[in-house]
């Protein structure tokens, strides 16, 4: 009996070893014609049911049995398939495919098939930054805007908001790095340029809301920017009467660098606002991507950036007449003085990577450093008159002084990694940041009404308005992350499901956040054109510098500002349900997606907006919630380019002071139309529109709240429209001579604000002897051409 339990084990251990010796391992990694990994391919063993999903990475891994000839297929929704064959194989086998998007040829005109979205990440094509007409410069954002719940007040600012949020809601990435803004930004004349780079860019990720835990703390989105490794030498540049950019790129084996220059004088641009007067603001900004790849498995990153902001005005007269037809009223305004801000931004980082030999981990050291040198200083005299139909209204005087000088400086360590798991990817990371901010400011405002000081007291003369800060702070932050993100294919269809926890510590109000996320998407098997996608998790918005900075009145009403140490963090416990649904209309290809959302808000830290200024009480004093509907169609609406209508509906209620009030980004309605089309008869010639229709803001007169009262602005609306043509390209490229070295050369021509539509960014608040206030709208730019010149080699 013993000996035949000996021979069973031996031929159990014998056909054990055989299959495993019958094995082979077939890995690699997909990805599209930009070298961009292909998430949730489908990698299968042709005539088995033996097959797999890429992961994140876009990296796979199977085992299949040992044979003279494999067939190896790759699927991807969007993609024409790719088979590979495999002869007599062995131990293991490295396919790398390139999957080319899915392509029909009509009389020429290419068509696409378009991708589906299962998280909450979408994608935005960088070419269409490229011809957009933007008053703001070419910026990224000036595409958000056009999104299903984004939308953005001022044509002359990168600034957004999201589903109700406010611009401080929202975060930025470049290359897995925070980035942040200037704090003192209170128009779009002082901004200047946004911090991205256009011609650096690669990708673009965008998120309006539902995204992971690995996204740091804020409620509302965040843009995700990777930059552009060059494979070679290659340049663009671009000149407009705007300014003009340059960049440069270099590529070797191990080595890659990045180089880009911008500089923007938008004199015309804001001399079509109606407070006239001598305007020269400047702006430049250089950046420089540096990688190494000093081995096979190691990558260095560097990223710098020197951003300067001059903004100089001499104002010297303002006419704005407003009112309805029937009461036109006229404001009239004669300054003396001036305005001088600078806003010196330096940023830098370094990040090691360690890719490991199991496919999808890797380890990420990153440190980085940003500092903010701010100064806003102003002393401008006034003299006013208000007349309605030859009836004088108010007349007086007013002088307004501000100096305002804060620096900051952010330092921040932070080690991350992936670990790859079959068709799971687990992505950890923690961090520690360190602030330093030094804020000095002192401003006021004195007001002068038919002959009395404003506020009117007998035998007083007093100023309206007096404001003081003198504040060092040195905090700590730390935070860790832990996600998991599984792909499974069952009976049903293809899921995806991302969950994870977001942990974070502040030691200035010792104040610890615990924030659970996750998203569910779906693919059903019986109709692959449909995706579904579930998202929700609890969001906190971490205070930073300007929400715990609370107003305290002294015996003399001069307002000080103090830190508050008791401040939490404002909490939004979201929802969201989507869908997304591909079909083909007229022989083209289209996508309708549907957002529905719903936010629970609490400790919330109520502010006023003024123009792009937020003024926060520095006290969690309210809650609410935000609740609305976003869609949006996207495709050829003529052949061969693509175009998309988004139509949003919202709504945001807070509790003030015991008094239920729209909350100051409470925008119930915005349509957004991006179009491009081209002339038949001269593909060459491109033309691109973009138009905005948006509800009004609510706002209120300085130093009140909406609790007391509110009005609401006019609905904002604007297209720009833009022709490009293309003086050099890949079908009219010379095969000499100068221009034969240009990829690309574009002549445009764009036409800002094409229906002259005057829209209001602010009020100015005119006040008389008997404390009547009338609001005079601050009006934005009105309608200008520009020239543009671009090119790439």
């Not at 100023?463 to 702070?473: G, P, Q, R, W, Y």
């Not at 079909?583 to 792009?612: C, G, M, Q, V």
């Not at 033309?687 to 709240?705: E, M, N, Q």
Request: glycine share 8%; net charge negative.
């Amino acid at each position: 009996m013993r000996f035949h339990s000996r021979i069973l084990m031996i031929v159990v251990y014998c056909l054990c070893a055989t299959v495993a010796f019958s094995q082979v391992k077939i890995t690699g990694k997909v990805v599209d014609p930009s070298g961009e990994p292909i998430e949730f391919a489908t990698v299968r063993l042709m005539g088995t049911a033996i097959g797999t999903n890429t992961d994140t990475k876009g990296e796979y891994e199977m085992t299949v049995p040992k044979a003279d000839t494999l067939m190896v297929e790759f699927t991807c929704l969007g993609y024409s398939t790719v088979t590979r064959q495999l002869i007599k194989p062995e131990g293991t086998v490295t396919i790398n495919p390139k999957l080319y998007e899915k392509t029909l040829e009509l009389e020429g005109v290419e068509i696409t098939e378009y991708k589906k979205q299962t998280t909450g990440m979408q994608g935005i094509d960088v070419d269409m930054l490229k011809r957009t007409p933007d008053a703001s410069g070419g910026s990224v954002e000036a595409v958000l805007t056009t999104m299903a719940g984004v939308s953005s007040k001022n044509e002359m600012s990168s600034q957004y908001m999201v589903r109700g949020g406010s611009y401080d809601e929202n975060s930025v990435y470049i290359n897995g790095i925070e980035v942040y803004r200037p704090q003192l930004i209170s128009s779009g004349q002082q901004e200047g340029m946004s911090i991205i780079n256009p011609d650096m860019v690669r990708k673009v990720d965008f998120s309006t809301g539902g995204f992971s835990a690995a996204y740091g703390d804020r409620m509302s989105s965040v843009l995700d920017i990777t930059y552009r490794e060059p494979e070679a030498f290659e340049g663009a540049f671009a000149a407009s009467l705007q300014g003009g950019s340059l960049m440069l790129g270099h590529s070797t084996n191990h080595y890659s660098q990045m180089h880009g220059v911008r500089y923007k004088r938008n004199s015309s641009l804001v001399g079509s606002l109606e407070s006239k007067g001598e305007y020269d603001p400047q702006y430049f900004d250089y950046q420089a991507s540096l990688v190494f790849k000093p081995a096979e498995k190691l990558r260095i990153a560097l990223l710098g950036n020197v951003s300067i902001n001059d903004y100089r005005f001499t104002p010297a007269n303002r006419e704005t007449s407003f009112g309805t037809s029937e009461e036109v009223r006229q404001f009239t305004v004669f300054f003396d003085g001036y305005e001088k801000d600078k806003f010196q931004t330096y940023f830098g980082a370094g990040a090691i990577t360690y890719m490991f030999n199991n496919k999808g981990t890797d380890l990420t050291l990153q440190a980085s450093g940003y500092r903010t040198d701010e100064l806003v200083s102003y002393d401008i005299h006034g003299e006013y008159w208000l007349d309605q139909a030859g009836q004088e209204l108010g007349v007086g005087k007013y002088h307004e002084h501000e100096r305002t000088r804060l620096k900051m400086n952010v330092m921040d360590l932070t080690l991350r990694g992936n670990i790859g798991i079959n068709n799971n990817s687990l992505s950890y990371g923690m961090s520690m940041r360190k602030e330093d901010i030094y804020d000095r400011s002192r401003q006021w405002q004195w007001r002068d009404s038919a002959g009395y000081s404003l506020p009117h007291i007998p035998d007083q003369v007093n100023v309206i308005f007096t404001e003081t800060s003198s504040n060092d702070l040195n905090t700590t932050r730390i935070a860790g992350w832990l996600m998991d993100t599984w792909r499974f294919t069952t009976d049903a269809g293809y899921w995806s499901l991302n969950a994870g926890v977001r942990l974070s510590h502040w030691d200035f109000n010792d104040e610890t956040l615990v924030s659970p996320r996750a998203s569910l998407g779906f693919v059903p098997e019986r109709n692959g054109n449909l995706s579904l996608r579930l998202a929700g998790g609890v969001y906190y918005q971490a205070p930073f510098y300007k929400e715990y900075r609370q107003q305290v009145m002294d015996s003399l009403n001069i307002r000080n500002i103090l830190l508050n140490k008791n401040i939490k963090s404002q909490r939004s416990i979201q929802v969201i349900l989507g869908t997304d649904y591909t079909f083909r209309a007229l022989d083209r290809p289209f996508k309708f997606t549907a957002e529905a959302y719903y936010k629970n808000l609490s400790n919330l830290i109520p502010y006023e907006i003024d123009n792009l200024k937020l003024v926060y009480s520095g006290v969690n004093s309210s809650k609410g919630y935000i609740a609305g509907l976003d869609m949006k169609l996207f495709g050829q609406f003529v052949e061969g380019t693509d175009s998309w209508l988004s139509f949003s509906l919202m709504k945001t209620q807070e509790d003030l002071n015991g008094v239920k009030v729209p909350r100051p980004t409470d925008q119930r309605y915005s349509v957004a139309l991006f179009f491009t089309d081209y002339f038949p008869n001269i593909p060459r010639l491109k033309f691109s529109l973009k138009g905005i229709v948006s509800d009004g803001l609510p706002t209120t007169a300085p130093h009140l709240t909406r609790a007391d009262s509110y009005v609401r602005q006019p609905a904002y609306k604007r297209v720009d429209v833009g022709l490009s043509y293309e003086l050099v390209g890949k079908e009219n490229r010379p095969e000499s001579g100068l221009f034969s070295h240009f990829k690309e050369i574009w002549l445009g021509l764009d036409c800002f604000n094409l229906m002259d539509i005057s829209n209001v960014s602010s009020y100015y608040w005119v006040t008389d002897v008997n404390d009547i206030q009338y609001a005079v709208p601050n009006y934005l730019t009105r309608r200008q051409l520009n020239v543009r010149l671009s090119a790439s080699f």
